[in-house]
Structures are given as structure tokens and as C-alpha cells.
């Protein structure tokens, strides 16, 4: 039986082969980039180590040498199955090749609008920041339709290399306009990526551990931008924006792996009469097929029409929370997109060297991926309208005071609150609608208000591009997302009491 001490043994064991190399790395100048960037992909690959060990152990319960507990049932265990660290890592990696992707624009849009062969006006440089949002509009409405026809494990492959290849193809573009297009196709592919593998994680995730996986999965995103800043750091001014674009192409490698190692969704198996298939990866993995959650034709036409027909949303009971909700959602991803895609350039225009721009950038990152963490139990204690609310609020405020040139620390603790309370409270405002609403209106509200909200990510690159086209003062790009934050905070205090309590 693998359980929490064989898992924690293996993990002492792996950090006793790195600790001499981490010993080594302490014993140099601290100040040197070099040695920084040695420390990093060290511990990229120490990662990687353990994942190729969690591979392993996958092989042993294959062979029967190890058993793990039911994934469907409620059952609670102090083991977790290795099926699981395989699939949340793959997912992860997934999520962090989305934030790359996504957040690799706002790193090179400085090095972008310099470049003279181009001439890229800010207007265009929204613009551009933009296409990829709209794919992924696009993306999220198509993928249900291709997973129902090739499954969960082809899509993301299909995903993946998708937007790989259009990371290459942005590398060679020759035009602004190319620029655009690839852009676009490959948001139609990040926006696949999501639905797809928060499905996957929470299929094969334990009950009693899906949320936390589901969160760690998630951090894969804002580790993503960090990633993307880091390396834009080391290597844009010397190499140019072309490289980073390259290195976005990388995930492709990836792709031969999911596809081998990466196992089908059971209910997907069991939807369409593949019980054969679906029986033989239960028995792998322990999983009872009577707890797995298969609609019938009739559930899944009911579902569409629930769906379709939104007006169910605005009946007295719910047309309050409902506006609430929709605009806290336009202006939370507004915010959200319209700072990641802009922060650099801004801070530049500001006054502060092209380095420091981007560490800001990652810092940014790296307190959303903290605050995905920490939000959820904030919001388990205290409710979730409480701490959304609060948090937009001091979001709002930190980015106001970011108008006001500071010194590098106090700029730091700034971002690192406008990090947590951006897409980390964007992930608890997907678990308050899904709680808040009841389960035959519950797909409906989210995909609505997500549908919503994303033309308020599409509209804050566009808008902050317009702002600096018109030469209006610097200031006014930062007051622009505080007032966002404020609006989304006071949309929350105003979403009605749930009948149930504290959600």
C-alpha cells in the first residue's frame, strides 16, 4: 500500500540528492544572474524528478504491486494514488504553458513597440494583446463540442500542440498583422485548455483532495507569467522577443507523453459506449463505475436547453445576483488581462529600467499563484463574498497608489497585493457563483458570467492602447484598473444574501 510515509520517504530522498547542489549554489555571490538562473532550472528539474518518479510508481500500480484508493467514492484515505500526481502534473504543465503563453505578450510588448521594422502603435499593440483573449472565447465555446467527438486526452494533446505551433508561428511572423492571426488561433486553443483539464484533475483526484489539487493544478498559470518574466529578464535585450516566442513552441515535446501516459476520461468512455475500454481503466485505478456520473441523452438535452435558455437567470429570485455577478466578472478580467498585458510597458513610461519592469511583472505572477492557494481557505473561514469583496478592494487601492513613483520595495508590496486580489480571487469567484446558484442553474450562471466577463478582457488591453495613443497622463491607465477593482468589489457586496448562509 502506498501511503503518506512511503511518499514522504521518497520525497526526503529526493531532496537529499539536490541538497549538495543547493548547498554549492548558497556558497556563491547572491548578486550574480548566473548563478540565480543555475539555482532556478535546478529546481525545474528537480521537479522533474519527481515526476519521473511518480511515473514509476504509476508502472507499479499497473503491474497490481500497488493498490490505491476508489477516486469516485467519498471514502476518506491518507493515500494518494500515483495516477493522480501524474495526471495533476500534466495538467499543471498544461496551465503553465497557458500562462506562458498568455502572459509572454505583456513581457516583450516594450521590446515589441521598439522594434523599428514594425513601427507598432500602442492602438495596435492593444489590439494585438487582445486576439488571443478572442480566441480564447471562441476556444471555450468550441471545445465541448470536439471533446464530445474525440475525448479529453486527445483534445488537450490537440490543445497543446495547437498553441505550440502557433508560438512558433508568431516567432516567424513578418507583420503585425500575422502577429494577430497567430495570436488568435492559438487563444482558440488556450481556451480549450482550461475546461479540459479541470475536468481531467478532478475526475482523478481523490473527493476528499479535489479541491486542493484543483488548486495546485491551477497555480500552474500564474507560474506560467513568472516563467515568462524570468526568462524575458535573461534574455530579451540580448536575444530579442523572437526567442521567447520560441521558447513557447516547447510544450509540443510534450505531446507524444500525454498521449501515452495521459489516461482517458471514464465517464467520457462510458458516455459513449466504450464500457469495454472503460471497465479495464476502473479495474486499473480502482475506480467503481457506479459512482462515475454518466448523463443520459435525455440529462444531456435537458442540460443544453438549461444552458440555452438563460433567462432562468434574471427570474425575480436571481436577476440581482445575476447582474452582480456578470459585472463583477467583466470587470475582474478587465483588470486582470488590460495589467498583465501593459504592466511592463507601463512601468517603463514610468521611469523604471526594462529589468526591473519585468521582475514587477513576475512578482505579479508569482502572489497570483500564492493567493489561488491561500484564497480558497480564506474564503472556507470567513465566506466568500467577504473576502472576494475585500480583496478586489485592496487590489484596487495598491494599483491606484502604483500612479505614485516609489521606491522598488514599496512598488513590490504593492503588486503582491494587486496579484492576490486579481486572479486569485477570480478563482474563488468561480467556486461563490457554482455554490451560490442551485444545480439545475449552476453551468448556466458560470458559463454566462464567464461568457461576460471575458468581453472585459478582450476590452482592457484595447482600452489601455487607446489611453496611451491619446497621450493621456500615465496615471490614468492605473486609476482605469483600480476603478475596475472598486466596481467588482461593491458588485459583490451587492449580490443578495444565499438562502443557505455563508457560502
Known amino acids: 500500500m502506498l501511503n503518506g510515509l512511503h511518499v514522504e520517504m521518497m520525497a526526503g530522498c529526493i531532496r537529499n540528492r539536490f541538497k549538495k547542489s543547493d548547498n554549492n ?13 543555475k539555482l532556478f532550472l ?21 503491474r497490481g504491486d500497488i493498490s490505491v484508493s476508489d477516486l469516485s467514492t467519498k471514502r476518506v484515505t491518507r493515500s494518494m494514488p500515483a495516477i493522480t500526481y501524474i495526471v495533476v502534473a500534466v495538467c499543471w504543465f498544461a496551465m503553465l504553458a497557458d500562462g506562458y503563453d498568455l502572459g509572454i505578450y505583456g513581457a516583450v510588448l516594450p521590446s515589441l513597440m521598439e522594434y523599428q521594422e514594425w513601427n507598432l502603435t500602442p492602438t495596435k499593440a492593444g489590439a494585438i494583446g487582445s486576439y488571443a483573449l478572442v480566441g480564447m472565447l471562441v476556444g471555450a465555446i468550441c471545445v465541448g463540442t ?6 479529453r486526452k ?16 508568431s516567432a516567424m511572423a513578418n507583420s503585425p498583422a500575422m502577429l494577430g492571426l497567430w495570436r488568435f488561433l492559438g487563444g482558440i486553443a488556450l481556451g480549450g485548455v482550461i475546461p479540459t483539464v479541470s475536468a481531467l484533475t478532478i475526475e482523478y483526484t481523490p473527493v476528499q483532495c479535489r479541491s486542493l489539487m484543483y488548486a495546485v493544478m491551477y497555480t500552474g498559470y500564474p507560474i506560467g507569467g513568472v516563467l515568462g518574466a524570468l526568462l524575458s529578464m535573461y534574455f530579451l535585450e540580448d536575444y530579442g522577443w523572437r526567442l521567447l516566442f520560441w521558447i513557447g ?7 507524444p507523453f500525454i498521449l501515452k501516459y495521459l489516461p482517458e476520461s ?7 459506449n466504450r464500457r469495454e475500454e472503460a471497465e479495464i481503466l476502473a479495474k486499473r485505478y480502482n475506480i467503481s463505475l457506479d459512482a462515475i456520473d454518466v448523463p443520459k441523452c435525455e440529462q444531456v438535452q435537458e442540460d443544453k436547453r438549461r444552458f440555452v435558455n438563460v433567462s432562468a437567470l434574471f427570474s425575480p429570485q436571481y436577476i440581482r445576483a445575476t447582474i452582480c455577478f456578470w459585472i463583477s466578472f467583466f470587470m475582474g478580467l478587465l483588470m486582470i488581462y ?8 507601463l512601468m517603463k513610461e514610468a521611469g523604471y529600467p526594462l529589468g526591473s519592469s519585468l521582475r514587477f511583472l513576475m512578482v505579479l505572477n508569482l502572489s497570483c499563484a500564492i493567493g489561488s492557494l491561500l484564497a480558497g481557505r480564506l474564503a472556507d473561514r470567513w465566506g466568500s463574498q467577504k473576502i472576494i469583496s475585500i480583496s478586489y478592494f485592496l487590489a484596487g487601492l495598491a494599483i491606484a497608489l502604483l500612479s505614485i513613483k516609489s521606491s522598488i520595495l514599496v512598488v513590490y508590496t504593492l503588486l503582491a497585493i494587486a496579484g492576490f486580489g486579481t486572479i486569485g480571487t477570480t478563482l474563488i469567484m468561480n467556486a461563490y457563483i457554482s455554490k451560490y446558484f442551485p444545480a439545475e442553474n449552476r453551468a448556466t450562471a458560470l458559463g454566462w458570467a464567464i461568457g461576460f466577463g471575458r468581453i472585459g478582457a478582450i476590452s482592457g488591453p484595447i482600452l489601455i492602447g487607446l489611453f496611451m495613443s491619446w497621450n493621456l497622463e500615465l496615471a490614468w491607465s492605473f486609476y482605469t484598473f483600480a476603478i475596475a477593482a472598486v466596481i467588482a468589489s461593491i458588485m459583490v457586496l451587492f449580490i443578495p444574501k444565499h438562502p443557505g448562509g455563508m457560502v
Not at 486527445?154 to 508561428?169: G, P, Q
Open 146 to 151: 470536439i471533446t464530445d467527438m474525440i475525448g
Open 154 to 169: 486527445k483534445t488537450l494533446a490537440f490543445c497543446v500542440s495547437l498553441f505550440s505551433i502557433m508560438m512558433a508561428f
Open 266 to 272: 471514464v465517464s467520457f468512455l462510458m458516455t459513449k
Open 249 to 255: 513552441a516547447i510544450p509540443v515535446l510534450v505531446v
Open 338 to 345: 488590460g495589467l498583465t498585458t501593459w504592466l511592463p510597458k
Open 25 to 37: 549554489i548558497n556558497s556563491f555571490t547572491p548578486s550574480s544572474s548566473f548563478i540565480r538562473l
Open 42 to 62: 535546478i529546481k525545474i528539474f528537480r521537479f522533474f524528478y519527481i515526476f519521473v518518479q511518480g511515473g514509476r510508481l504509476m508502472r507499479r500500480e499497473f
